[in-house]
Each structure stands twice: as C-alpha cells, then as structure tokens.
C-alpha cells in the first residue's frame, strides 16, 4: 500500500477499532436506505407493500453476507478479529485440555532447551563477567609466536612496556588464574585465585564492600605484599560474614596474607569458566606459580592480560599500535622476543580461559538445540493435524457462513500464537531454572566449573523471534488442510470420512520420519561425544594415573632459603623412599594438566638451524632423580637424572621424541648439546612423550631438567605408591612433621583426579548433549507413537475385517509394528546420509573418533530401533485387541 | 448474490470510480446508474456493490460523507479521492488500450 494511501485508510482503520459499533450501525443504515428505495421504487412500479418487500429483499440477497463482506473489504477490523481470534482461541484450548497440555509441554521442552543454551552463549560467551564495566570495549591480550598454531601469554617486562606505551588503550590489566592451597587448620583444599596487577579493580570498576582495593606499587617487589581480596562467597561461607574480617589473616599455599578486601556479591573475577575466589597481587607471583620469581624476566610467560580501549577507538586501531609495540619488542629484546607478536581476542575467543575450548561446544549446542526445537515443532504439528480432521466440521460450517480463507487463517495462526506465547513463557521460566546448571553439574569440592546463563535483552529477543516462528509453523500446519477442505462433503459427511485423508497421512509420515531422522543425528553426534569423552579420559597421558599421588610442602612460607630448601627436599626424598608401600618419590616444579605454567626458554640446537623470524622456544619441567620412573613416564634411551646432576655437576637435560623429532631429525641426541637460557646443556636421556597441558594435546617438544640446576624452592613431590590416598597422606605427613613441625601438606590427589579435573568441561558438554539427545529421542518417539496409535484408531475397520477374514492379533500386531518400523527405517535414512554430512562439522569436538565412526552408527541404529518398537508397541496391542464383530457391525 | 463473473476483474471498481466522479451519490443511485449506464447487461448486483464500495473506500480512492438528502434524509455520500482520480485515469487509459486491442482482433475477418 502507497503512502498516500495511509493518509486515506489509517484514520478509517483507527475508527473500525475503536467504534466498532458505531461503524457497523452505519453500514446497517446505509443497507437499510438501500432497501427501502427499492421498496419505493417496486410500489411506484404498482406492487403491493408486502411484495415490494419481498422482492427487494430477494434482489439483494443475503444482507448478513454483504455486512460480512464489507467488513471484510474494510480490513480495519484486524485487531479487533484478533482480540476475537484470542477469545475463542482460549476456549478452543481450554477444551481440549490434553492436547493443549502436550503441545505446550512440547514446545516448553523445545524452546526451553533453546532458551538455556543461549542464555548460557550470553553469560558465558557475550557478557562473561558479571559487574565489569564497560566489556564490550574490552579485549584479551596474547602473544602469536613464528611457527606456533596457538597463542601464547606475556612477560610481566613485556606487559608493563605494552601499558607504557599503548596510548589507545584506557587501562590494562592482568589476571592470571591460579590455583592455591587454602589452609584451615590442618586441613587444606585446592580453591581458585587470581594473581592482578594492582590496577585491576579500578581497571574493572568493581569496588570492595568492605575494605579496599590494591594500591599502586603493591604489584612491586618478590612476595613483597601478602594481601588479598577475597570473593563474596568465600567470606559469607568460610568467614560467616565476619564484619570485622578486614586485617585478619588467611594462610594461601600456606604464606599469611592479610586481607584487605571483601568483593561484591555476584563478581566472579575476569576468567570464562571459573568462579575466582581471591586475588593477590602480582608481587605475590612465587607463592602461587610454580617456575620460581618471573616479574623481572621476559622469557618467562605467564601473564594473562587484557585491555581496555578508549572510547571510540577501533580493535584494528589498537591491534596496529598494539604490533608497533611488540615490533618494537622483537627489535628491542631479540634473545627472548624474536618471532612474537600481540594481538588482541574478543573477550568470547580468549586463548588463554575455558573460552576457547566452550566455543565450539556451544556451537555444537545452538545446533542440537535447533533440531529439539524442530522436532516439538513437528510434534505440535502432528497434534495439530489430528486436531484440524477433529475441527474440520467446525471449519466447514465458518467457511459456509461467510468466513474467507484469509479469516480462517488468522484465527489459525492465533491459535499457534496462544500455543507459542505459552511455550515461550515456559520455555523462559525453564531456562531461568536451568541457568546456573552448568555450573552445578560437576561437582568438584573447590574446583568447579562456574558457567552462568544470563537473561537479557537478547536472549529474549532470541526467544521472541523463535516463539514467532513457531506460530508461523504451528498455525501454517493445520491451514495447508482447510485448502483441501470441500464445504459441501464435510456437512454432508457425519463421521470418519476419508477427506484429505491420503493427503494427511502422508504429511504426519512425513513429519515422524523427519523426527526420526533429526533424532538420530542427535544421538550419533551425542554419541560420538561420549566415545571422544571416553577416549579423553582412557587415553594414555603418558604417565601412570592411578598409582601416583600429588601434593607439596610448604617450605617457600616456613621462611626456608634455597639451601635449606636443597637439604630439604634430599631428607624427605630419603625419609619417604624407605616407607613401606611407597616405590619412589621425586620433586618436580609443575605437575602435569594444572593450572601452573611451565617454564620456558628460548633453544638453539647444533643441528637445527631456525628459519630467519624463528625463534625456536620449548617448554620444560625442573624435575628430581627418579622423576620419569616415578611418574611412569618411559625412558626410551638413556639415563634419568640423579641425585649427582647437582648445581655443581655438568648441566644436563632429557628431551622428549617429539623434540628429538623436530630438533635431530630422528637421530639419536644423546651428548649433543642443547642451548637454554644461553647456558649450553648436554642431553643424556630421551623420554616418551605424555601429556603435559591438556589431555586432548598432540605431542609437542618438551624437555625436562634437573631440579638442582634450575632450583625453585616449591616444587610439588609425585609419590609413586601401592597404598591407598589416606594412609599415603599420613604416611608423608608424618615423615615431614618429623622433619619439621612448622611445615605443612599442599592437598593431596592422586593424578587420575588431575586428569578428572583437566576434562571436566568436556564431561559437561557431553552430559548436556546426551541429555538433549535423550529429550529428542522422547519427542520423537512420542511423535511415532502419536502417529501409530491414531493410525489404528482410523482404521479399526479394516483391522476388524483382517481379524474377520482369519489373521490372528499376533498378524495384527506385526502390521502394525512393521509400518511403525518402516517409518523409521525412512528417518534412519535420512539421517544417515545428514549425519554423515553433519558430523564431520564437529571434527575439532572429536578426540580420537572418527566422525563417522561405524561403531557408533550401529549403535545409534539400534537404539532408534529399539525406541521405534518401543513406541510402536502399545498402538499394535490395541489393534491386536480389535473386537472384529463389533466393527463390522458398527 | 451471483457474482459478476462476466465483469473483467477491477472492471467493477473502475465503474464506480468513473460514476462517483461525475457527482458524489450513495449507494443506490450508483447501483441504479450502473444498470442504466451499462442497460443491465453486466447485471451488478447489490451483493457485490456495497463491498466493492467499501474496499475503494478503504484504499482511499474515495471517500464518504454522511449528508442529508433532499427529502431529509440521511445518505451516505461517495466522492473521488484526487488519489482516486489518479487511479481513474490510469485505469481507463489502460482500458482503452486493452479493448481496442481485444476489439481489434475481434473484428478480424476470415480471409
């Protein structure tokens, strides 16, 4: 419609509504004048009154139909027949009070699931950090190395030169997670810190409730300022909201530190997939990382930083001051900088939080979602169809009394919409129940996953858009029948008549089969899931899981040097190597699969000569004498460290296959020399390759050496032993009590638990996809069953005649199972073939599977199969059970 | 209430469109006009009048008054929009191309 035509028509379609009244009292009266000018003009032409009447009447036919149809013509009246639309809508609804229950029920699944799933994408992906301002100017900070497929972290010197000189940049900041024994009394648990530069919660614009923030300069110095802000849950739950808690002391990896701040209820710190529970500040770095003091060395990385940009400037604007720098950098510090540039990362592609890893889970998730949805859908679809043969009659009669196509559409898709609000309304309250869910599923005393959903402004727009879109679907189903319906044959016809019935049928096949197929995508993506999950877990790490036990001692807090410490660790080694039960111990600096970073240091090898913007760099652990053997990490040639490799013994390293791979080609390298942190080291052992950050790794260079040769005073001790967690816990905690009183045990697990814990986002993602796929493979069968049971129920008739003619119930039965199985046999194959196609897309998800793995294609068949009987059986008992006199005479 | 099958389709609201814009009138002197006009031969029926009416109404190609006749009555008068008038002239340029056209190839002789 032109505009100019508004100017016309809107003021008529306002008054339609609003005066309804009055508008159709006019057009009576026009009609009315009509009519009696007829009459006039029949008595002038000399017929009696009585005819006059008749005759005018007859000559302008139905007046009900003409007002109709003007009204019609007007089109104003849409909102009023909405309102209309709804009233009789509800009752509708409220009639059928089952059918309503189940078709709500299905989309309140249906939209729910995908409600939860983007409430999680927005609070975990879009909106990570509750109370941080202003995060959608906010971008995480790595460095990309020459070579290197992954991002890595800063230096501390790195980062301080960055802030200097980033002129576009608002603020910068650090927040690097760690983990940290919490000591209360004698008991200790493992809790989750942040170590912050002291800008970060000004930086943030999150302010203490009680006490302070850091102050500028307490991120100087080593160790040099033990304070700590805690969380808002650690000080309600562990303190009981102690009023006064500002100025007591909490021992962290058991160093005093005071605490000066209490945090905001609902701040969880700056890490997707974590709940911090204190901060410290990067001064405290030792106590918490592992590799020793880094704050003054640029080769060590472990800073994981962010950036705030000014108003209005552009990411490519700072990523390009932002390379200046680090070009700068490379130019500046060649030794430890060479081939490293800075980038910048939406907060939701953090390299360096659970962000990376959840993305394409979620993505997976938003997928398998849309096929739930698609699946109620179908079933609300299927319901409808019934419904719409049930209301045919009632169609029928609208139709015949003046209704237009266009009207019984409209009344159809307000009867969708009514069912979609609903379903949406449930949806949402479904998914507000379910937001915190992720991050109650794996239950880890001290280490669980913090994923919260959020409920926007979005996500409800999301949501909207979806209930739409349902109304659409679930209005148009029960429409495309009306257009077969014939006026006459439907008034005429009492009951069961075979209108549209082929047309019909076909469409709920189509439907069920659609279902079938979509459900069995959903459980062979979910299975394979599960298979990777398995092969995650059972994998081999390249140590022993289950025999070896972790913890450490508190020296670094007891105020022991390094040569205390040396004696130390000797004593202990000795004391522990002599208890029944245990086979070895072995101090090593980083245990495999934690949050602590390793160490790492520029290489140069004799044989290897780097490309030009090359600089070769290679993670390694500082281990003790007998760490490979403790730990069951193979010894492929050579020899392990002992305790004569001291810091006055020659300097040695045992490399892995993988390096002697890149590094030697493949050729044997022991006694060649090995460059590290500019001291030249002789290589004197190859050891397997294992994991060493994450389970789902491929190998990668890595190299290991000697303890006393590149000392840290808090190393954690491996325990290889034949008892069990407990009695080995006494076992140490006696022998190191004996040593010294003072001192005190890190939490001790066994590495099967680090492996646990290293897995757990993966574990989550495959519960919430079974769990879908379980839901979908409901929905359709519930649909399946729909359709045989409605099936039988039409066709009594011929099963009576069947059972007449000499088919015995067990006939029957087979009948009907088999169309059950044929209808699933079609949606199997339909979704083998997608499947096949889809799959392939969750490749980066699959650890070790194939994406189309045959086993788990069978045993998503099967379990098709299985449910499709299952659904089919109830529908075959009852045609079983047809009484065939009682049809035949009915 | 037969419908105006014979009527080309939008024939009838041209129709009214070009009674309406010689003089506003109400319903019943157009439905009269038009069976002069036309001598019954496209047989409008009221049926289909009185909606039609309404539908130009509502596109804003005419417009309706309530006014009292001259035996002080009310009557509901139709006038032409100057959006009708546009409309108007557009159709029955585009009619008189269509049916010389069709009258052309109607009075052809076999050869």
């Given at each position: 419609m032109q505009i100019e035509q508004w100017f016309y028509s809107l003021p008529l379609r306002l008054r339609s509504f609003f005066h309804p009244n009055q508008m159709d009292q006019e057009l009576k009266e026009e009609l009315r004048e009509h009519l009696e000018e007829q009459i006039r003009e029949n008595v002038a032409r000399g017929m009696s009154q009585e005819q006059a009447r008749r005759s005018a009447l007859l000559a302008m036919g139905g007046i009900t139909q003409i007002e109709q149809r003007c009204r019609d013509a007007r089109g104003g009246s849409l909102l009023r027949n909405f309102t209309q639309d709804l009233r009789y809508g509800f009752r509708q609804l409220g009639r059928n009070k089952g059918f309503s229950a189940l078709a709500i029920l299905c989309l309140t699944l249906g939209i729910g699931a995908n409600a939860a799933v983007f409430s999680w994408v927005e609070g975990i992906l879009f909106r990570p950090y509750p109370l941080v301002e202003h995060q959608e100017r906010l971008f995480a900070v790595a460095a990309t190395v020459q070579g290197e497929s992954s991002p890595d972290v800063l230096s501390w010197p790195d980062f301080l030169d960055l802030r200097r000189n980033c002129t576009l940049c608002e603020d910068s900041f650090v927040s690097t997670i760690r983990g940290s024994t919490l000591n209360i009394g004698d008991h200790a648990e493992v809790t989750t810190g942040s170590i912050v530069s002291a800008n970060y919660f000004d930086a943030i614009g999150v302010h203490p409730i009680l006490g302070r923030g850091f102050e500028a300069g307490e991120d100087v110095g080593n160790d040099a300022h033990p304070v700590v802000v805690i969380s808002y849950p650690m000080w309600r739950n562990r303190f009981k909201g102690d009023a006064q808690i500002i100025g007591k002391t909490q021992r962290l990896n058991n160093v005093p530190h005071t605490i000066i701040g209490v945090a905001p209820e609902g701040f969880y710190g700056t890490f997707v997939g974590r709940a911090i529970q204190f901060w410290v500040p990067v001064s405290m770095e030792e106590t918490f990382d592992?590799?020793?003091?880094?704050?003054?060395?640029?080769?060590a990385r472990w800073i994981e930083s962010y950036v705030r940009l000014k108003p209005g400037v552009s990411r490519a604007q700072a990523q390009q001051q932002i390379s200046a720098i680090a070009t700068q950098l490379q130019k500046d510090y060649p030794a430890t900088n060479r081939g490293r540039s800075i980038g910048l990362w939406a907060l939701w592609q953090t390299p360096f939080n659970h962000a990376g890893e959840l993305l394409p889970i979620l993505e997976v998730m938003v997928a398998v979602v849309a096929f739930v949805l698609l699946i109620a859908c179908a079933n609300v679809g299927n319901l409808l169809l019934v419904r719409s043969f049930v209301r045919r009659q009632e169609m029928s009669v609208r139709l015949a009394i003046g209704a237009s196509r266009g009207r019984l559409l409209q009344q159809l898709l307000t009867e969708g919409l009514i069912l979609a609000v609903s379903g949406t309304a449930g949806g949402f309250l479904m998914a507000y129940c379910c937001r915190q869910l992720l991050t109650v599923l794996p239950v880890r005393k001290g280490d669980a996953l913090y994923l919260p959903g959020a409920i926007d402004g979005r996500v409800m727009a999301m949501g909207a858009g979806i209930c739409l879109l349902v109304a659409l679907i679930t209005g148009l189903v029960p429409a495309m029948q009306t257009n077969h319906l014939d006026v006459a044959g439907a008034l005429k016809a009492e009951s069961g008549g075979v209108v549209g019935i082929r047309s019909r049928r076909w469409i709920r096949s189509g439907l069920v089969i659609f279902q079938v197929c979509l459900s069995f995508i959903l459980l062979v993506g979910a299975a394979l899931l599960l298979e990777s999950l398995q092969k995650v877990r059972s994998t081999n790490p390249g140590f022993s899981t289950t025999s070896v036990a972790v913890t450490g001692v508190s020296v670094v807090a007891a105020g022991y040097d390094v040569p205390r410490a040396k004696t130390f660790q000797n004593e202990l080694i000795d004391r522990l190597s002599g208890l029944p039960g245990i086979e070895s111990a072995a101090f090593a600096a980083v245990t495999p699969l934690g949050y602590a970073g390793y160490s790492s240091s520029p290489i140069a090898v004799d044989s290897y000569q780097p490309a030009p913007d090359e600089q070769p760099e290679v993670e390694y652990n500082q281990v003790g004498p007998g760490y490979l053997a403790t730990m069951g990490i193979p010894l492929l040639s050579g020899r392990e460290f002992a305790r004569s490799d001291d810091e006055n013994a020659a300097l040695v390293a045992i490399v892995n296959r993988a390096m002697v791979m890149r590094y030697w080609r493949g050729q044997d390298p022991i006694g060649h020399r090995l460059q590290v942190k500019g001291r030249w080291l002789r290589v004197v052992g190859v050891a397997a390759d294992s994991k060493y950050e994450s389970m789902s790794e491929t190998s990668k260079p890595f190299f290991y050496v000697p303890l006393r040769q590149d000392f840290v005073r808090n190393p954690d001790l491996n325990i290889r032993t034949t008892q069990s967690l407990q009695s080995t816990l006494a076992a140490v905690l006696g022998e190191v009590h004996a040593l010294d009183q003072n001192l005190a045990l890190y939490e001790m697990i066994t590495l099967q638990e680090q492996v646990d814990r290293a897995t757990s986002p993966q574990l989550v993602a495959v519960t919430l996809v079974s769990t879908l796929g379980g839901l979908a493979l409901l929905l359709a069968a519930v649909g399946l069953y729909g359709v045989m049971s409605y099936a039988v129920a039409q066709s009594t008739r011929e099963l009576g005649l069947r059972m007449a003619l000499g088919a015995d119930a067990a006939n029957l039965r087979r009948l009907v199972i088999s169309r059950g199985l044929r209808l699933t046999a079609g949606g199997i194959l339909f979704g083998v073939v997608a499947a096949l196609a889809l799959t392939r897309l969750m490749g980066q998800l699959l650890y070790k599977v194939s994406p189309h793995d045959p086993v788990v294609f069978g045993l998503a068949l099967a379990v098709m199969t299985a449910t499709a009987m299952v659904a089919c059986l109830l529908p075959a008992w009852r045609a079983s059970r047809t009484d065939p006199a009682r049809v035949l005479r009915d | 209430m037969s419908k105006p099958s014979d009527l080309v389709q939008g024939t009838l609201d041209m129709l009214i469109l070009k009674i309406v814009a010689l003089e506003p009138m109400n319903g019943w002197a157009i439905s009269r006009r038009l069976q002069q006009i036309s001598s019954d031969v496209l047989g409008v029926s009221d049926g289909s009048l009185y909606p039609a009416l309404h539908k130009l109404e509502h596109r804003g190609w005419i417009r309706a008054q309530w006014k009292s006749s001259e035996n002080n009555r009310r009557a509901k008068l139709y006038s032409l929009t100057p959006l009708g008038r546009k409309h108007l002239e557009k159709e029955t340029a585009n009619w008189n191309r269509v049916s010389t056209a069709i009258s052309g190839i109607v009075q052809l002789k076999e050869a």
């Open positions: 592992k590799g020793g003091y880094k704050l003054e060395d640029r080769g | -």
